[in-house]
């Protein structure tokens, strides 16, 4: 394949940026390894190695990400929050995650705890970028309580575990795809892959079940619009 002349973010990369966008979008839109994402740009004539599609992601996937979230409207006033264990190499470590009432992610951060301390790092980091919540609700875990009493924020912490099943409800696509890609080396590797991958379904989260067939295509257009408005700004960068 002959160079492509590649300007802004993409440049000096030997494929176009629309098939480097396409990559990135397949991998963090579906459950799929670095090698099944290899294998469906091989199907359409496009010969590129794994590893090659692990430096796209992780190029990338970062400026995705923070494209996404310049743009999106502001969070709900009620947030969802629960951790979620994820194995690394024999050790254990916890997902710290964040919704707000209408399903979308705010944030999430690997920790190797799960004390008052780790939550206090947590909360810090979502106030920083989004704010006071009006609510938080969590599950029954005392380090919730703890932090939150220790900020002094006056934010009404409401801890029931039937009252979090939104955040509960929205770890299975994790673990889904967990089952697939289990081969993660380092806290800061889970770190930015779920960061994007958050996004990234927020974007193109559609709400099938809640709408029309006419309706459910306009919003995927729209979503596959803004994918490729980013990538044209990365173009211009």
Known sequence: MTKAKNFG???????????IAHAVWSYFRFPLSLRDAEDLLAARGIIVIYETIRKWVGKFGTKYDASTRRDRPAPSDKWHLDELVIPIRGRKFWLWRAIDSNGDALDIL?????NTRAAKRFFRKLFKKYGRPRVLITDKLGRYGAAL????LGIDHRRHKGLNNRS???????????????RFKSPGQVQLFWTVHDQVQTVFRTRRHKRSAPAY??????AHGIWDDITCVLMAA
């Open 110 to 114: 690997v920790q190797s705890r799960r």
């Open 149 to 152: 009493k220790s900020l002094a």
């Open 217 to 222: 295509r306009q919003s995927r257009s729209d």
């Open 168 to 182: 509960e409800g929205s770890h299975r696509p994790m673990r889904r795809r967990g089952k697939i890609t289990t």
């Open 9 to 19: 973010a993409f440049k000096g990369h030997r494929f176009p940026p629309e098939i």
